[in-house]
């Protein structure tokens, strides 16, 4: 078998030079967040979960991984720790993970990716009092403003249990005090963009305005509960000529679960 020669200088129009033919240049900037994904372990099966998590899978993250994360994590100068799943806080491990974090000086945010759900499981009533003591920002996943489409995409029953979640961490103070950081996530179910986030948190205020007033009346429900973020990971960029896509069609798409 005969190699190509210079294999590691190639030729055309490579990215580097795509990029000085315009006159511009990319440097790496400092890292302000490491994402973990903890383990596929979760108390939901979602149809549009790209890692097909679930109550009956084992991959999980160890002790002797955490801690070799840990270790790394001392000496780096990163201010954001951004926990995934599955479900994080299924993970045995995760107090011991967040409570080493926040020994971290230099750690000035965890973010905990939560279904919501979870808190209302039987083994996990310790879950809310612990998010509050550890200052831990919520990211939530609330697919839509309605039942029927939350329920298809992520199970019978899920769109109530996510409201009294909601109202739970309302209780403890989540979206009524500013270092307790509490926003909602659009998860895209299919291959369509979200509308402009500022129609979808509109959106989503004034239709929980109309089906919830009581809970946004003395939780204060509208505040940081409800910054939408339009997103894949952190966000989707918008693409120009998108724009158009109306509330129903691409925030409330039901999903197909033939």
Same mark, same amino acid.
């Given at each position: 078998m005969t190699l190509a020669p210079n294999l590691d200088r190639p030729t055309g129009q490579t990215f580097s030079r795509t990029l000085a033919s315009h006159g511009l240049t990319l440097q790496r900037s400092r890292t302000e967040i490491f994402q973990l994904n903890v383990g596929k372990l979760c108390d939901l099966t979602c149809v549009h979960c790209h890692v097909n998590a679930g109550p009956k899978r084992k991959e999980i993250i160890a002790r002797a991984t955490v801690d070799r994360i840990l270790d790394w994590l001392v000496n780096a100068n990163?201010? =954001?720790?951004?926990? =995934? /799943? /599955?479900?994080p806080e299924m993970v045995p491990d995760f107090r011991y993970l967040v409570e080493r974090l926040r020994q971290m000086p230099q750690i000035e945010t965890i973010i905990d990716r939560c279904n919501l759900t979870i808190l209302l499981e039987p083994d996990f009533q310790w879950l809310t009092e612990f998010l509050v003591t550890n200052r831990l920002n919520i990211v939530a996943s609330m697919p839509c403003y309605g039942p029927e489409n939350v329920d298809a995409q992520r199970g019978d029953g899920v769109f109530d249990l996510s409201i009294r979640s909601l109202q739970l961490l309302n209780s403890f103070g989540? /979206?009524?005090?500013p270092d307790l950081v509490l926003d909602l996530v659009y998860n895209p179910n299919g291959d369509f963009l979200p509308a402009d986030q500022a129609e979808l948190e509109a959106g989503v205020k004034e239709a929980f305005r109309y089906r919830f007033p009581s809970a946004l009346h003395h939780h204060k429900y509208a505040n940081r509960a409800l910054c939408f973020l339009a997103e894949t990971q952190w966000k989707i960029e918008r693409l120009h000529g998108i724009a158009g896509r109306s509330l129903q069609s691409s925030f409330c798409r039901r999903p197909d679960v033939s």
């Amino acid at each position: 078998m005969t190699l190509a020669p210079n294999l590691d200088r190639p030729t055309g129009q490579t990215f580097s030079r795509t990029l000085a033919s315009h006159g511009l240049t990319l440097q790496r900037s400092r890292t302000e967040i490491f994402q973990l994904n903890v383990g596929k372990l979760c108390d939901l099966t979602c149809v549009h979960c790209h890692v097909n998590a679930g109550p009956k899978r084992k991959e999980i993250i160890a002790r002797a991984t955490v801690d070799r994360i840990l270790d790394w994590l001392v000496n780096a100068n990163i201010s =954001t720790v951004d926990l =995934t /799943g /599955g479900a994080p806080e299924m993970v045995p491990d995760f107090r011991y993970l967040v409570e080493r974090l926040r020994q971290m000086p230099q750690i000035e945010t965890i973010i905990d990716r939560c279904n919501l759900t979870i808190l209302l499981e039987p083994d996990f009533q310790w879950l809310t009092e612990f998010l509050v003591t550890n200052r831990l920002n919520i990211v939530a996943s609330m697919p839509c403003y309605g039942p029927e489409n939350v329920d298809a995409q992520r199970g019978d029953g899920v769109f109530d249990l996510s409201i009294r979640s909601l109202q739970l961490l309302n209780s403890f103070g989540y /979206g009524r005090k500013p270092d307790l950081v509490l926003d909602l996530v659009y998860n895209p179910n299919g291959d369509f963009l979200p509308a402009d986030q500022a129609e979808l948190e509109a959106g989503v205020k004034e239709a929980f305005r109309y089906r919830f007033p009581s809970a946004l009346h003395h939780h204060k429900y509208a505040n940081r509960a409800l910054c939408f973020l339009a997103e894949t990971q952190w966000k989707i960029e918008r693409l120009h000529g998108i724009a158009g896509r109306s509330l129903q069609s691409s925030f409330c798409r039901r999903p197909d679960v033939s």
